[in-house]
């Protein structure tokens, strides 16, 4: 790979890579990616202004990391794609040159040079302010069991939780599903007032993929507010917020 003078140089296995890349690519097709001298940092929106995705990496995660700060919009599609081709436990190594004004991104004898996006077109949005009464931490891999299950009978899901239970339901024209958890089956509930609220599976059945493999998610909503996920990854070293407006009786 030709260095010249880049502005940035990481590396990183194929597994973070590939968790960066999928969660991103749930809400958005293009993304700015800001390093800076202690890690990543992303905010996009999908572009109806559904979801909203906060991600934060840790520079720890990665096996190398060599940046001046960097903002590059790349397409979501085309790191998908050239991420998929390595192997469990490949190196993955992300370059940008400013004087080329291109990026290469390197697995074993594979390189792909990149043009980013102008930046310009990619400007991040801001985090919501709210307040969501109602919470509750669950294992990643339960929370995937249930939007996948509840994908089956439709496109609407109903969050509802009390003091002693969070539920996941869906009722289609013909068919129900229904999944519910007792305090005792979830790792932590904090909810004063009962809450139902209805979001869009559409946002939330591909984040299945990516909750299957996280030790916990937690979620925070409230009645028809809209909902807050967080979730780890990397041991820690990388942070996700994901919000999702939510679908009211003014939205049928």
Known sequence: MYRGALMLNVTARQELM??????????????????????LSVRV??????????????SAAFDGWEVDETKLGLEMRKLKEIVGI???????????????????????????NLRPLDNSTL???????????????????????????AKMAGD????????????????GSTD??????????????????????QYSLTYLTPMAKIFHGIENVNLRFGENLPLKLTFDFSDG???VEYFLAPRVEGDF
């Open 18 to 39: 590939r968790t960066i890349v999928d969660t991103l690519g749930v809400v958005v097709e293009e993304a700015r990616l800001d390093f800076g001298e202690n890690g």
């Open 176 to 197: 129900e599903v229904n999944v519910e958890f007792s305090k005792d089956e979830l790792t932590a509930i904090d909810c004063s007032d009962a809450a139902r609220s």
């Open 123 to 149: 400007n991040p949005p801001k985090e919501p302010a709210i307040d969501l009464p109602c919470g509750v931490t669950i294992a990643g891999s339960e929370l995937a069991q249930a939007l996948r299950a």
């Open 45 to 58: 929106v999908d572009p109806s202004h559904v979801a909203m995705i906060k991600m934060e990496v840790d």
């Open 237 to 239: 070293a990388g942070h």
């Open 86 to 112: 390595a192997g469990a436990g490949d190196m993955v190594e992300l370059a940008y040159n400013d004087e080329s004004g291109q990026a290469t991104i390197n697995i074993g004898r594979i390189d792909l």
């Open 156 to 171: 609407l899901v109903n969050l509802s939780i009390t003091d002693s239970s969070f539920a996941v339901n869906v009722k």
